[in-house]
């Protein structure tokens, strides 16, 4: 054997080790259906109340070991038919632990239950293996119900978000009255039986419009995020930097994906994807007028990327004139982080900066002659769960564009290192390669050995 190939042996046997080793938990959605995957009762009468004892019956979908480690997040789509929904309440049970999804609402008449549920807190962080039971239970007496079907829906691992419906990012982005654009990505994180469609519409045309009115999620892309691209509107005005929203409405159901299954559907489902609250996402368009002075920003970010590490921010302000700008009701700086870091402190060189660790936000006030600048320096730390994760944001300047003592104009802060003028500042938290344990040095020391017997033997 060559050296060359005596080494590739030896790289290739440390490679396989630290492959083998634990990775991070990433997140990892998996599906169950009553019907297809052999739940119990899973298309059953609920039996009606007898007097003041409720009428129960119990449907379980069972998890197969090793699919669901660790819970991030646990949806349930439900469909319960019945002549007077409010006589229903709906339990879940795993491991013991119950959460009530659905409660008895005396005076709803109406027909039947089609929506979805969100139901991690009880089961976040435990296994999601094993029995999963639904508890059905009809309160009153006359009135028809059934179980037309259920899903479980579980995101297992970490990176797994909150929520229905979901917007990636919901906040920091950036338009430009020159046109410039901005896209953030929706999903349904606990998906329906049924078509859905997602109103979406910008808050205020004249700063930024959405290329789409709607995002439909059909059953062929049901568990596939869908971009939204938003475009800067000039509006030929010096109004500074104004920020506004897009928004997602209250979601319509549509078809069904697959025919009904027995009991025979004798109700119409209801218009609206209970449960669905609309998501608003920030956006910024930036001014491209001419304005008598104002306030500019940068922000960069150092320190050790990895879930536990110290990151620091450092925030330069300067005042780009002409005349001073004045310390105005309200903050001149406003920068909260995302959920993703823990705020831990800040401090300014002139003026003054306030961490509020319980809301994450760091706020500035101070005066600053033209051309003076100031530096605020904020210090976090990233959460355990944000391995493969690429966070970031910007600060929020507010300022005096037009002299009138009022903080009218606002602006964003700029990466530097990115080309524009105002990008919102990233880091990346990457996958780390683990390390050998001394067991696996033991291994790796015992490969290594046969290796180099093996090719002394070739040798002689």
């Keep these: 054997m060559s050296t060359d190939a005596f080494r590739r042996e030896i790289a290739l046997a440390g490679l396989a080790l630290a492959l083998g080793a634990a990775q991070p938990a990433l997140a990892q959605k998996v599906g169950f259906n009553c019907v297809t995957d052999g739940g119990t009762n899973c298309t059953s009468a609920i039996p009606d109340a007898a007097g003041q004892v409720p009428g129960v019956l119990t449907s379980t979908i069972t998890v197969p070991a090793g699919s669901c480690p ?34 008895v609402s005396p005076g709803d008449d109406g027909d039947d239950v089609f929506r979805s549920f969100n139901a991690t807190a009880p089961y976040a962080g435990g296994s999601g293996d094993g029995a999963w039971t639904l508890t059905l239970r009809d309160n009153a007496n006359g009135e028809y119900g059934a179980l037309n079907n259920w899903r479980l829906g579980l995101c297992c691992g970490d990176g797994c978000g909150t929520g229905l419906v ?56 049901q568990t596939q ?88 921010y450092t925030v330069a302000i300067t005042n780009a004139g002409p005349g001073t700008q004045q310390d105005n009701p309200g903050a001149e700086f406003t920068d909260v982080l995302p959920a993703s870091l823990d705020l831990l402190s800040a401090t300014a060189t002139g003026g ?34 944000q391995v493969g994760q690429t966070i970031g944001n910007q600060g929020v300047l507010a300022f005096d564009a037009d002299g009138d003592g009022g903080n009218e104009s606002s602006g964003v802060t700029d990466d530097p290192g990115v080309a524009g003028p105002a990008d919102p500042t990233r880091f990346a938290v990457p996958v780390a390669i683990p390390t050998l344990s001394a067991w696996g040095l033991t291994l790796l020391g015992a490969i290594m050995v046969g290796v180099a017997w093996r090719w002394r033997r070739r040798a002689i």
Excluded: M
């Design 70 to 103: 660790t819970v991030g997040r646990v949806c349930v789509s439900l469909g319960v038919e019945h002549s007077a929904r409010g006589d229903v309440s709906v339990d879940l049970t795993h491991n013991a632990t119950t959460s009530a999804l659905l409660a």
């Design 166 to 221: 979901s917007a990636t990012p919901a906040s920091g982005l950036v338009t430009t009255e020159l046109g410039g654009t901005a896209q953030f990505q929706v999903e349904l994180s606990c998906p329906p039986d049924f078509q859905v469609t997602l109103p979406v519409a910008s808050s205020d045309v004249t700063e930024g419009v959405v290329r789409v009115a709607s995002l439909v999620f059909t059953a062929a892309n």
């Design 225 to 312: 995020p869908q971009t939204v691209t938003v475009t800067g509107q000039d509006d030929s005005l010096v109004d500074g930097n104004i920020p506004y929203t897009v928004n997602l409405g209250t979601a319509a159901i549509g078809a069904s994906f697959a025919p009904s299954v027995a009991p025979a559907d004798l109700y119409n489902p209801p218009s609206v994807y209970l449960g669905s609250n609309p998501v608003n996402v920030g956006v910024v368009n930036i001014d491209n007028e001419q304005v008598t002075g104002g306030l500019r920003a940068t922000k960069t970010v150092a320190g050790v990327f990895q879930p536990g590490g110290a990151v620091t």
């Design 352 to 385: 003054t900066a306030v961490a509020t660790v319980a809301t994450n936000t760091v706020t500035w006030n101070g005066t600053l002659a033209a051309k003076a600048s100031a530096t605020i320096t904020i210090t976090a730390r990233i959460k355990a769960d």
